[in-house]
Nanobody, 112 residues
């Protein structure tokens, strides 16, 4: 059974940084995506990384500020978020391709 557990969210001021983690169990070497969702809006793509960690892609809104990476030895995918903006406030989720049941997500709040 595949399980994805997000962590690392919290509060930050504009311009600050946070690092999210996605712990994966039940599957190895799968491409992983980060998504985020604001209440009342659809979940949106944030970043993706290939199974080997070489190929990455980003939403235009986070390009240059967020970095996705992975440590396959720890079964973990990270999302380093820098220069945070209030519009980054959302619940962040990770998932594999193809999708599995969604986890609880981790809340990120960016506010002064």
């Amino acid at each position: 059974q595949v399980r994805l557990v997000e962590s690392g969210g919290g509060s930050a001021q504009p311009g600050g940084s946070l690092r999210l983690s996605c712990l994966i169990s039940g599957v190895t070497f799968s491409a992983i995506r980060w998504y985020r969702q604001v209440p009342g809006k659809e979940r949106e793509f944030v970043a993706a990384i290939g199974s080997g960690g070489i190929g990455t892609s980003y939403a235009d809104s986070v390009k240059g500020r967020f970095t996705i990476s992975r440590d396959n030895a720890k079964n973990t995918v990270y999302l380093q978020m820098k220069n945070l903006k209030p519009e980054d406030t959302a619940v962040y989720y990770c998932n594999k391709i193809p999708l599995e049941p969604w986890g609880q997500g981790t809340q990120v709040i960016v506010s002064s």
